[in-house]
């Protein structure tokens, strides 16, 4: 007899309606041969720091004296409800597995969590808890979707679960990483600000990226500069040309001298070019990139497009949806092939397609690009965000495997001003749709006014007063491309969002398989929707921005000398993914954790703790004690005097802050920020009239 233990009940379901003539009993169903019984996700978390020896705390508070805390063996327990109490139905359906898998006739446990290093810890934990006979064998079902057929295969093709050691112990690393900064950085944080601060190894770093863009955005100081441009009629059609030259805001007597220059010899079309071309049409979907589509097309978040794709992973409509390649496997060309014909029988113009562009095995760490199953839905049984997830996946798919070819006529026109300068006008025009009848391209080449070589060209350039601009807020899909590979270059991630052409991505490939991505595609979504809920980001159609809080979190961290950017992240995810392959182990990787958290603990007499006494109020004599957002009167009610942590962008320490109060006044400091000019300064800080005030 073999038990299956699904990870979710609809999965559970799927097995039973895949395998046949089984009856239901209370938590798992049962034939002659299987036993197929169900999680609801996560029955087990990690125990609280005061369930380890020597980090009791008897009166329940958060305290500094029981941090750090790094176990020599992590604890798992029974998940609890609000209460903190073991929950009722989580403990019923723990039992009810751990009977079954304890049964004499049973041989074979086989683990069916999603096929993912997650999905692999919840039901791995299940059964290192409750099987009482480890020598049983142990399995695993593996299912890149979850229709009959590629269950019934999957049944046939069980391998051992020793063949997924490496994924589990890189999912086990993850937890304990997780849980050390999540715990111990947690409660150092709130502790010194009073404040419940969220510090996690992924969400801080995530937070930090929308907090650096806002204040680039809000401290921004805009600079006038010149160009010099022409916009003139030939032909009877408009020819715009941009020169690259550029000139200070005092310079503008300069950019008119180019202009009469420029404007007193002839443009003369030196070369034109153009070319019948097939464009390709863009690569298949990973989560992060369905999500950004949806995410700008339809203003969906990443919250609701995951939780609709796996829906519809669940219901056999599409492939598991937590994958970050856009490439097909190579091994999977006669599935690709099946689901062509279905689609094909629907009577869509595709054909099987054979390239690198498509199937590449090099490119796929777990998963393939999510696809189409052949299972099609029939489209009045969806939701209305249903069909917009599974018809933006198909059309991708049909876009991909299209049979007619998109043609289009590639044109390229050089135009010389004198012998100054040489303008190069790019311009594309579709002759045959092709795939583009099922997917928008992404070109945004323009269509080119007819011209010939050896055409002059009218020309009037005059200056062109412009001003420079700020950057812009993080989208969905430019968030997303950043936590991707947020070392890329920033000029060449500008590019490529600006062009909208896909360029090449193996370097964003590299950077996946390394780690060096913020959070996977697996976590990503429910960490930046953590983050919203935290209310340290907003979302306003697609949107990010910081809020309060947010600038909050990261200013305290910033004050507190606490370091949680993408280079340390990524280190440590550089560390999972050696774990993934077997070059460290999961100890290893938590030691770096616990060096890393270590470091801070070993500043912490540096800053003060909420409340700390730092001396006496200058005007009412009473305490000064550490507040939220500085130092604060004890009396402030009454006193109103107050000194904040941050000045000018510059952070006033303690010990800066004992001098003034006690002197009211310092020696000089270096580094203040101009809030007008965005420039640097230095003065000496003083106090006038229960104010601070600068002294140059």
Known sequence: MKVIIAEKPSLARNIVGAIGQMKQQQGYYINDDYIVTYVFGHLFTLADIEDYPGHENPDGKWSIKNIPCYPDSFKF??????????????????????????????????????????????????????????????????????????????????????????????????????????????????????????????????????????????????????????????????????????????????????????????????????????????????????????????????????????????????????????????????????????????????????????????????????????????????????????????????????????????????????EYEEFLLKGLMILEPGWTKFEEPNSKDKILPNLEIGDKVNHDFKPKEKETTPPKHYTIETLNNYLKNPFKDDKKRLEEEQSGEEGDDTEDYKAIFEGLELGTEATRTGIIDNARKSKYIELKKDVYTILPDGEFLIESLINMGISMDKYKTSELGKALKQVFHDEITVDDSVKLAEDEITEVFNKKDETPFFGDVIGKCPYCGKDMKVSKYGYACEDYKECKFSINYNICKKHIDVDTCKKLITDKTTDQINGFVSTKTGKEFNAVLQLEDKKVKFKF
């Open 77 to 418: 327990n029974l998940k609890k409800d609000a209460t903190k109490k073991v929950d009722s139905g989580v403990e019923k359906q723990y039992n009810i597995i751990k009977g079954l898998i304890n049964r004499e006739d049973v041989d074979n446990i086989i683990n069916a969590g999603d096929a993912d290093r997650e999905g692999e810890v919840i039901v791995r934990l299940i059964i290192q808890h409750a099987l009482e006979d480890n020598s049983k064998l142990k399995t695993r079902l593996w299912l890149p979707d979850q229709t009959p057929e590629t269950i019934q295969e999957a049944l046939k093709d069980l391998k051992e679960d020793k063949e997924y050691d490496n994924l589990a112990n890189e999912g086990f690393a993850r937890t304990y990483i997780d849980w050390l900064y999540g715990v111990n950085l947690t409660r150092y944080a709130t502790l010194k600000t009073g404040t419940l601060l969220r510090v996690g190894r992924v969400i801080v770093p995530i937070v930090k990226a929308i907090y650096d863009r806002d204040m680039a955005i809000r401290n921004f100081v805009p600079e006038i500069y010149y160009g010099i441009t022409s916009n003139e009629i030939t032909n009877g059609e408009e020819v715009e040309l941009n020169s690259k030259e550029k000139f200070d805001k005092n310079e503008q007597q300069k950019a008119l001298e180019l202009c009469k220059k420029y404007n007193e010899v002839d443009a003369i079309v030196t070369d034109k070019k153009t070319k019948k071309d097939t464009m390709s049409p863009p690569k298949l979907f990973s989560l992060t990139k369905l999500q950004n589509y949806v995410g700008k097309k339809y203003k969906m978040s990443m919250e609701k497009s995951l939780a609709i794709t796996q829906g519809l992973y669940e219901k056999g409509f599409l492939t598991y949806p937590r994958t970050n390649s856009e490439y097909l496997a190579v091994a999977e060309k006669d599935k690709v092939k099946k689901i062509l014909k279905n689609i094909s029988d629907l009577g869509y113009p595709v054909k099987f397609v054979d390239k690198k562009t498509i199937f590449d095995d090099s490119k796929i760490e777990s998963h393939s690009a999510l696809t189409p199953t052949y299972k099609i839905p029939d489209p009045k049984n969806l939701t209305e965000e249903e069909r917009i997830i599974y018809q933006t996946v198909f059309k991708r798919f049909v876009a991909v495997f299209c049979a007619n070819d998109c043609v289009v006529q590639k044109t390229e026109i050089k135009i010389k001003v004198g």
